[in-house]
Nanobody, 122 residues
Framework: QVQLVESGGGSVQAGGSLRLSCVAS??????MAWFRQPPGKEREGVAT????????YYADSVKGRFTISRDYAKNTMYLQMNSLRPEDTAVYYC?????????????????WGKGTQVTVSS
């Protein structure tokens, strides 16, 4: 059983930066991802990173502003968020799956953290 614990959320003004961390308790998952759920909206994929050559994917809305990375020695994943906008306000979740092929479909992930709140004010 993999346990995921996020940290690093908070409140920031537009244009600011935050760095989210996700520590996994067990084996290194083949694919890890960050999702977010804005108030009153569905959960959406933000970024994914595969163990295969650390291949990454970004949603168009965050491309060029967010960077996903992994530290395999620490079993930790990060999301560096720069140039934050009010529309980035959401609960951010860390997710993991054992299959090599990453996806942005929440149904494809069996392990989830409890989430961390990110609030961006204008």
């Amino acid at each position: 059983q993999v346990q995921l614990v996020e940290s690093g959320g908070g409140s920031v003004q537009a244009g600011g930066s935050l760095r989210l961390s996700c520590v996994a308790s067990a084996y290194t998952s083949a694919c890890m991802a960050w999702f977010r759920q804005p108030p009153g909206k569905e959960r959406e994929g933000v970024a994914t990173i595969s163990i295969v050559r650390s291949t990454t994917y970004y949603a168009d809305s965050v491309k060029g502003r967010f960077t996903i990375s992994r530290d395999y020695a620490k079993n930790t994943m990060y999301l560096q968020m720069n140039s934050l906008r009010p529309e980035d306000t959401a609960v951010y979740y860390c997710a993991a799956r054992g299959l090599n092929a990453c996806t942005t479909d929440p149904q494809g992930f069996g392990y989830w953290g409890k989430g961390t709140q990110v609030t961006v004010s204008s």
